[in-house]
């Protein structure tokens, strides 16, 4: 069932898996002559909670910022709904509906709680100049409907009390949700998190993990997310790839992976030579 | 009431006046500095070519006449009628067609509602009004079109090139950018004082004369000009900030401001943002300079009133339009009064380095302006 691309398969816990929506293929990543990341392929199914871990410094986030064209491989091409994707400006990877978190959160601190969000709808707003300058008609109806999604969205994070708040003034975990919440304003199709909880204590890990599961049952979004706490990453998703000095060492449902001697090596930290 | 009183009144109304000018010189350099981090050395060279392009399509100049004559050995100067004139009818046509087509078919094919209607209507009509009620409407449109296609090429030829590069490295390029402005401005229209006139009322106001001069005995003296300059700055400011405020375009710029990683996280273009910024800049600088050069004539020394928004941009905040007014308005209110009350006792001429002896006392105590960030750093 996992050999055919286009095939799509039911996991254990009753969810539908779709095809391949999107695929690395031989990617190579090199900052002089440093390899950030060796020939690694693998591929993201519709619907499916994909993650990617490895202890620090495995090219995990690089491989995060390959997939977003913050970084550009020498080597090796993106598939993206059956086509290879040409080199792209991170703007544009957006436009495709790649939506993304970043490590240390890039967030719009001067703004509120609700303006971040909003930026998330930017991309749906097409109103022409004019109408736009003064913010009446069509402008005044776009704005309700994209207002309406934001809300909803903040209602589904739970963040309805800090809307009005400048999002400099919160505490770090609350702005990990909303830099998911302006993520998830784009109706992205799939969403892209880089370590959504580090630096979190237990209780905040334990919401963040819940508010993964429910966007990807809610809204159906593919999600590919980076972290490098074991525990959390193999209850969380249906397949891991497994990292470590840029190289692949390991790919398939979290009980294969822990089972793999390579990656218990990687984590316990057997010497390289 | 004392004369001295009356007197300081007066400088006090001239002070503001003069500081509106001097706020809408530091706008310039708050948008661009807030939008892409870059301090923009240009402003006063935009303002310089901005005023020398409306003077030059008003007068009927041929643009790069010397180059022109030297290549060709032709003897071309004017274009032996008035563009201005020319362009009248056309702009007042599509203005005209606008107003009456763009909202109706918009009413009628239910594209927006009757508030919708009313607002296209008030936009297309205040067009069309502003090309049928002041004469040099087709020059002014004209320019700011120029202005708009300047911003395409610095940002497509300099910056576009300097993406992530350190600020000085930024700063640098916009000296660059100055000088070479400022030639292109020589070589296409002449180094020459030239008169600016687009129709804005000149001379004292008689009003305030007569009034103040029945209450209290004294008529103030008030330049027309300067109140006319003070609302059209008004009005400019507010449309500023509604469009940042309100608009999809105004909002990208304010998250680029923020954050450009971020930024481009929800897919906004740096590239549109920057050009965006750089047109709006170069509209700031035509309003500046058709302020200034109607008040004492497009010449070189305008690029100089750049200059004069340093130490209104280090009082109010670098990154902050209300700081760039209120910082214009206490410098001018400042070196108006302290020129009246001190000036005399020192041998005058204060308003050379007053707002700078200002600014460098607020650099002491509040670094970051008045209105600006505050600058904390996280050990």
Do not use: C
């Not at chain 1, 302006?182 to 892209?192: C, D, G, H």
Request: aromatic share 10%.
């Amino acid at each position: 069932m996992l050999d055919n691309p286009t095939e799509s398969y039911v996991t254990a816990d009753g969810r539908t898996i779709g095809a391949v929506v999107m695929e690395m293929r031989g990617i190579t990543l090199r900052f002089g002559g440093v390899e950030a990341i060796k020939d690694i392929s693998f591929d993201v199914r519709e619907g499916e909670i994909r993650a990617i871990i490895g202890p620090n410094g495995a090219g995990k986030s690089s491989m995060l910022n390959v997939i977003s064209g913050f970084y550009h491989p020498q080597e090796g091409e993106v598939f993206y709904k059956g086509s290879k994707r040409p080199p792209m400006k991170p703007f544009q990877v957006a436009r495709q509906g790649i939506a993304r978190t970043f490590q240390n959160i890039a967030l719009f601190e001067g703004m509120s709680v609700l303006d971040n969000v909003m930026t998330g709808r930017l991309n749906y707003m097409k109103t022409g100049f004019f109408s736009q300058a003064m913010w009446w008609g069509k402008a005044e109806d776009e704005e309700t409907k994209n207002r309406a999604k934001a809300e909803e969205i903040i209602d589904f994070l739970e963040i309805q009390a800090i809307r009005k708040t400048p999002v400099g003034r919160l505490p770090y975990g609350l702005k990990k949700r909303v830099e998911l919440a302006r993520a998830l304003a784009a109706e992205p199709q799939i969403l892209l998190l880089d370590e959504p909880m580090a630096g979190m204590n237990v209780e905040e890990k334990e919401d963040m993990s819940r508010f993964i599961l429910d966007v990807n049952d809610e809204f159906g979004t593919t999600i590919v997310l980076i972290e490098h706490d074991m525990g959390v990453v193999m209850d969380l998703s249906d397949r891991v790839v497994v990292m470590d000095y840029g190289k692949k060492i390991g790919d398939g449902t979290p009980d294969e992976v822990r089972n793999n001697q390579e990656v218990i090596d990687a984590y316990l930290g057997v010497s390289h030579d | 009431m004392p004369d001295q009183l009356i007197f300081a009144m007066e400088v006090t109304a001239n002070g503001l006046l003069n500081g509106v000018m001097y706020a809408l010189v530091a706008l310039g350099f708050v948008l661009i500095f807030k939008a892409s981090g870059i301090f923009n050395y240009a402003q006063g060279v935009m303002a310089l070519f901005a005023a020398m392009t409306l003077v030059g399509i008003q007068e009927g100049r041929v643009p790069f006449a010397h180059l022109i004559n030297a290549i060709f050995g032709t003897h071309v100067h004017h274009f032996g009628f008035d563009p201005n004139a020319a362009l009248f009818w056309p702009f007042a046509i599509v203005s005209f067609l606008a107003a009456l087509v763009i909202p109706i078919t918009a009413l009628l094919t239910k594209r927006v509602s009757i508030l919708g209607f009313l607002g296209l209507e008030a936009i297309t009509g205040g067009l069309f009004l502003f090309v049928w009620l002041v004469p040099a409407a087709p020059a002014i449109l004209l320019t700011v079109l120029i202005m708009i296609a300047f911003a395409y090429l610095v940002q497509r030829f300099v910056f576009k090139h300097l993406v992530g590069q350190e600020p000085i490295i930024l700063f640098m390029a916009t000296i660059g950018l100055a000088y070479f402005l400022e030639g292109v401005s020589d070589l296409m229209w002449g180094s020459e004082i030239r008169n600016l006139d687009v129709g804005l009322p000149q001379g004292v106001n008689d009003w305030i004369d007569v009034t103040t001069f029945e209450a209290l005995g004294y008529g103030l003296f008030i330049d027309n000009l300067d109140i006319a300059a003070a609302i059209i700055a008004a009005i400019l400011v507010m449309s500023l900030i509604a469009y940042s405020q309100y608009t999809k375009n105004g909002r990208a710029m304010r998250a680029v401001a923020d954050d450009h990683q971020a930024a481009l996280s929800v897919g906004i273009s740096l590239n549109y943002v920057w050009i965006l910024v750089w047109s709006l800049a170069g509209i700031v600088a035509l309003v500046a300079g058709v302020m200034w050069g109607s008040k004492s004539g497009v010449q070189f020394s305008l690029s100089l009133i750049a200059l004069k928004a340093l130490p209104v941009l280090m009082l109010g905040g670098f990154t902050s339009i209300p700081g760039a007014i209120v910082g214009g308005l206490i410098i001018g209110v400042g070196e108006a009064l302290f020129e009246f009350a001190i000036g005399p006792m020192i041998g005058g001429a204060t308003e050379n380095w007053f707002a700078y002896v200002l600014a460098l006392v607020f650099l002491v105590f509040r670094p970051q302006g008045l209105f600006g960030e505050k600058i904390i750093e996280r050990v």
